[in-house]
């Protein structure tokens, strides 16, 4: 025994068969390509070695992140190497949702779903294809496959698409895409519920301007003004924190837009001005608001006074029904102190850098609630015949309310282009594994812009792990099936988005080199960016001005039955539930709580002493719509009427590290829209909590979040409350701490 | 009362003389169990002589382990640059056609290494090629060998007196091995 323990250790070396591109053993090799994991589009630089993908970091060269990565972004890794992972095309074998599915190959399944496509009716409309929200030349050519297919049913669905912020885009500066906020020029940031630093639209290039504004300026430091009813991570690092009513975030903002006005506001259209927010008084916003009077001057009064003050709003503030008004005085804002198109303002972005411009594109196909509502309608219906879905999972991400689970019972065939088994695809007859976004080919340009045109390849940087094909490669497979040469003649994505770079190269003036050393210099850079920027003009019609005005929001429930409102909100870690299957992001704590896996609810610790619950009593939250249970966690920095859930755990099919993990609050919210934007209202549901006698701790990392006597936070709120005193802070209880 | 030390030395004798079993018990271990158990020269999946290739044939070692000059690992060649002669090349050898035989299936080679320095020394061979180290300084003479084993001892002593008769800067330095 004692010799087999000192025996020299058998160690094997394994040569490659063919060894991937660029492959030398020992030797380290970057990839530049593009962030999968969100929307934002930021670009990264990942380590291979030995043709295996051992690290992910931001790209330096890309504008958007400039070599930062965020942590899901970092946890790419996991995505790739998932054991979860859908490996091999498989058909479905028992009943729809027994998770009965038997492998076949890609030539069969393909060719069933081929078969069953050119049965569909080229004219009914009858072929939906559901995709998670997608850009760059992959988007041109689910126009050019659907349009093949004789159907205009594409839609593109993310659960936090910001309907409601391009809305109001539209309606004040007539603008089709999201603008930029030049966060890092500004030096006073007012964010009216917008988690910029956490998940709002592109949040690691928000952490650069927001620390370029706090420290890039030797002689400036930027003040920054968090307006929002529960702390979020944005909350904590703010300099002032305040709490308005849920909904009347835009109230507010007229108040303080009255303010600039009354103060002297020169433009030419103040009289129009003046007239639209003549109901906005002080005493009247400080009343809806529960925000004080003097509050609202001050505030009014630095933004006025702050070269330049940026306001942002979104997140919670654009999620209630009177959202895109909302946010349109958000902008309003941004008009009266004079910084559209400049720098530390608002600069609207030149159109996305593309080539196939003859593809006349609906300016967004991203399907709202209405438009979710509408397809499971139709479905039930029996109007949809076949049902792709990329990458998208709206059984999950949508309210138990609107049926969807339900309605793809009435759709003959569901196919799956997921890499990952999740509740939708779950319920597939067909599913086509795609490759996970290291392993592809695609493109992207990011949404929102920079302010200038940016261009970013996405490459693969190790071989396909497994039996899966590129997202690309499926559809160009299914066009080659249905016989689509002539209009989609390309045999992969990699010649389709070369062809499509032809175009830019092409574009591009004057063309210096050829294409293909073009080509190769925008592969190592991983992005390419234009000088191409666009005049901002200023000019907000008469008409919107007048019509100028928040209501107040609408909530599900009444306050006697339901008497608190449900503020649920995307998670550092798990962005809409698509982290959940990633253990780094299951262990990651959440940077306010400190809770590891699992989901909880956070409630004001003075609600939660009247209703004689404590942290770690499992609570039964209860809307109009259904009910869930979760663990209580109290939480000060939140309105005492409120209580906060984060989303994203609560999966029922989404691998090992997901399954069975906490709840999904947006099942039980309401079916309530902005009318304005169609989008889902997700923080309109008032919700009732009652104890269920039962306990469930969730894991922590940190201790306790009390200072205990330790003194290492000190306090004052001018009045030297004596400790265990209670006291209000922004009109929110609390207990004074012993120092 | 007092405690004599003759006392103290009477009662640990019994324990000190498993220690001492036991002590002795390993180094003899050690060394039987290189003696019975070599794993310096271990039996590979294919019988693959460098003998033939380097000696007879004189192939140059970097033809095969290309990756020497540029990385910190020599690497193995790929199965597909074995094919690249053995397409041809005594194809009729039963050894070939084992080596035909994980082409055609795709499958790695399991080799078993036979130089294989521990974790915590940092190695590269690039440096030392780059420094016209003859390969054999640490391999041996492998172009001598049908079956290849470990026979210059690649201990610290060996890399110590190179690096102090080359005077290589910092060869001495600790961290400049152990990094």
Redesign the interface.
């Known amino acids: 025994m004692?010799?087999e323990t000192?025996?020299?250790?058998?160690?094997?070396?394994?040569?490659?068969?063919?060894?991937p591109e660029e492959y030398?053993?020992?030797?380290v090799t970057w990839y530049n390509s593009v962030c999968g994991m969100c929307p934002a589009g930021c670009g990264i630089s990942v380590r291979t070695r030995e043709g295996r993908a051992k690290k992910i970091e931001g790209n330096p060269l890309h504008p958007v992140n400039q070599g930062r990565l965020c942590a899901l972004g970092q946890a790419g890794l996991q995505s790739l190497y998932n054991p979860d992972r859908l490996t091999a095309p498989m058909q479905r074998q028992g009943e729809r949702g027994s998770d009965e599915f038997v492998q076949t190959t890609w030539e069969e399944g393909l060719s069933a779903v081929a078969q069953r496509l050119e049965m569909a009716d080229r004219h009914s409309d009858s072929v939906v294809l559901l995709s998670q929200g997608v850009r760059g030349h992959f988007a041109n050519l689910l126009e050019l496959f659907m349009r093949e297919l004789g159907s205009s049913r594409l839609l593109h669905y993310d659960f936090a698409h910001p309907h409601s912020l391009h809305a109001a885009n539209k309606k004040l500066f007539g603008e089709d895409q999201l603008p930029y906020y030049d966060i890092a020029n500004s030096r006073y940031l007012l964010s009216f519920g917008a988690d910029y630093l956490n998940n709002w639209l592109s949040p690691v290039h928000h952490s650069l301007g927001f620390g370029h504004s706090r420290q890039g300026d030797d002689s400036a430091r930027g003040r920054f003004v968090q307006i929002e009813p529960k702390m979020s991570i944005s909350g904590a690092a703010a300099d002032e924190w305040i709490p308005a009513r849920p909904g009347t975030e835009g109230i507010l903002a007229l108040g303080i837009a009255n303010r600039i006005v009354e103060g002297g506001y020169t433009g030419g259209d103040a009289e129009d001005w003046s007239a639209a927010l003549t109901a906005y008084s002080l005493t009247r916003v400080a009343e809806q608001t529960g925000v004080p009077a003097e509050t609202i001057a001050r505030l009014a009064e630095e933004f006025t006074h702050a070269e330049p003050g940026l306001a942002i709003g979104g997140g919670a503030a654009g999620n209630h029904t009177n959202g895109v008004d909302t946010l349109v005085a958000v902008n309003a804002l941004n008009y009266l102190v004079g910084n559209i198109g400049k720098p530390g303002g608002v600069v609207f972005n030149p159109a996305p850098m593309s080539s196939r411009s003859a593809i006349d594109r609906p300016s967004s196909r991203h399907a709202n609630h209405q438009a979710m509502q509408d397809l499971a309608e139709n479905a039930r219906q029996g109007g949809v015949m076949v049902l792709i879905v990329n990458n998208a999972n709206p059984v999950f991400t949508l309210p138990q309310s609107t049926g969807f689970k339900e309605a793809l019972d009435s759709i003959p065939l569901i196919v799956s282009l997921s890499s990952f088994m999740d509740e939708t695809t779950a319920l597939a007859d067909v599913v086509l594994p795609s490759h996970t976004y290291l392993e592809s080919w695609g493109d992207d340009m990011p949404q929102p812009g920079v302010g200038f045109s940016v261009g970013s390849v996405s490459q693969p940087v190790v071989s396909p792990l497994y039996n899966t094909r590129a997202t690309g490669d499926i559809i160009l497979g299914l066009a080659a099936k249905l016989g689509f040469r002539e209009a989609i003649p390309w045999a992969s994505m990699e010649d389709f988005l070369k062809d499509g770079w032809r175009e830019i190269y092409a574009r591009r003036s004057p063309a210096s080199d050829d294409f293909d050393s073009f080509w190769r210099d925008v592969l190592r850079s991983g992005v390419l960016g234009e000088n191409v920027r666009r005049e901002s003009t200023a000019a907000v019609d008469k008409r919107v001005i007048d019509g100028i005005g928040v209501a107040e929001p609408e909530f599900s429930g009444t306050n006697d039955d339901y008497p608190f409102i449900l503020h649920p909100y995307m998670a550092t870690s798990m962005y809409d539930g698509r982290g959940a299957n990633l253990p780094w992001m299951q262990e990651l704590p959440d940077p306010m709580t400190s809770i590891v896996y699992g989901s909880w609810i956070e409630m004001n610790p003075v609600t939660a002493t009247e209703m004689g619950v404590t942290d770690g009593d499992l609570i039964r939250v209860t809307s109009e719509q259904g009910s869930i249970e979760v663990p209580l966690v109290t939480f000060p920095a939140i309105m005492p009427d409120v209580v906060a859930m984060p989303i994203g755990q609560g999966h029922d099919d989404f691998g090992r590290y997901a399954r069975g993990r906490g709840s999904n609050p947006i099942q039980i919210l309401a079916p309530t829209m902005d009318p304005e934007s169609g989008s889902l209202a997700t923080s309109a549901t008032r919700v009732s909590l009652v104890t269920t006698g039962k306990r469930a701790e969730p894991a922590k990392t940190g201790g306790v979040a009390r200072q205990l006597g330790r003194n290492i936070v000190q306090f004052t709120d001018g009045s030297s409350e004596a400790a265990g005193h209670s006291t209000k802070v922004n009109g929110i209880p609390i207990v004074v701490e012993p120092a | 009362m007092s405690v004599s030390i003759v006392h103290t030395l009477r009662v640990l004798k019994p324990a000190a003389m498993i220690g001492l079993a036991a002590f002795i018990g390993l180094i003899v271990g050690f060394y039987a169990n290189a003696a019975f158990f070599p794993g310096t020269s271990p039996e590979q999946p294919i019988d693959f002589s460098h003998r033939i290739h380097a000696g007879d044939n004189e192939i140059p070692c970097l033809y095969c382990h290309v990756q020497a000059r540029r990385s910190i690992s020599a690497g193995v060649p790929s199965v597909n640059k074995c094919m690249g002669c053995h397409n041809e090349v005594a194809t009729d050898r039963p050894q070939i056609e084992l080596l035909a035989n994980y082409w055609r299936t795709g499958e790695p080679i399991p080799w078993i290494k036979v130089h294989d320095l521990p974790d915590f020394v940092h190695f590269t061979h690039k440096r030392h090629v780059a420094a016209d180290i003859e390969c054999q300084t640490c391999h041996g003479p492998v172009e001598t060998m049908d079956v290849v084993s470990r026979e210059a001892p690649v201990k610290m002593g060996l890399c110590l007196n190179c690096h102090k008769e080359h005077e290589v800067e910092f060869g001495t330095d600790c961290w400049t091995c152990h990094k």
């Not at chain 1, 000192?6 to 060894?19: A, D, Q």
């Not at chain 1, 030398?24 to 030797?27: D, L, V």
């Open positions: 004692l010799a000192i025996k020299h250790p058998v160690e094997h070396l394994f040569p490659y068969s063919v060894p030398s053993p020992g030797m």
